[in-house]
């Protein structure tokens, strides 16, 4: 047996038990919130602000998560847009020699929307994965349930 498991740090300085002389001296620096590589007017980039602010609210974004958050930019971007096209022309379309196929973009909307799921989850997204991270958050009277 391992025995008990020891107290979060930030308990401990919540408690004021927290020794002076195991503080971490030079805890790791933000880079802060990484620049948008795409058009502030498209999907990619209207979710990268989305994405970006959620995650500064919840005290979990870095510099380095600038490429995980732009494949998931990317993918969502993809998955809209192929959605469009299904709900444009449907799922089934016909084919050169008059059969029926299934659409592409509908088998395109589906590989992208598995891509960001993926994504989600390793940004903290969906409510298990952010119960696994260590959050900064702080909670607003907004998150308060009645």
């Given amino acids: 047996m391992r025995g008990k498991r020891p107290k979060p740090e930030i308990l401990k300085i919540a408690q004021g038990t ?5 503080i971490k001296k ?5 880079a802060g919130t990484p620049r ?3 058009k502030r007017t498209t999907i990619a980039g209207k979710k990268w602000k989305e ?3 959620g995650l500064k609210r919840l005290g979990l974004i870095d510099g380095i998560d600038a490429t995980h958050i732009e494949g998931l930019c990317n993918q969502y971007q993809i998955a809209k847009e192929a959605d469009a096209i299904v709900s444009r022309d449907g799922m089934v379309i016909t084919g050169a020699r008059g ?7 509908a088998q395109i909307s589906d590989a992208a929307w598995g891509k960001v799921r993926g994504y989600c989850n390793d940004l903290g997204l969906n409510h298990l994965s952010r119960q696994r991270m260590e959050s900064t958050a702080t909670q607003t009277e907004d998150d308060i349930e009645n």
């Avoid at 059969?99 to 973009?105: S, V």
């Fill in 18 to 22: 927290q020794r002076k002389c195991r």
């Fill in 26 to 30: 030079n805890p790791p620096k933000s």
């Fill in 36 to 38: 948008c590589p795409f």
């Fill in 51 to 53: 994405v970006t602010e």
């Fill in 99 to 105: 059969t029926l196929l299934k659409n592409p973009a």
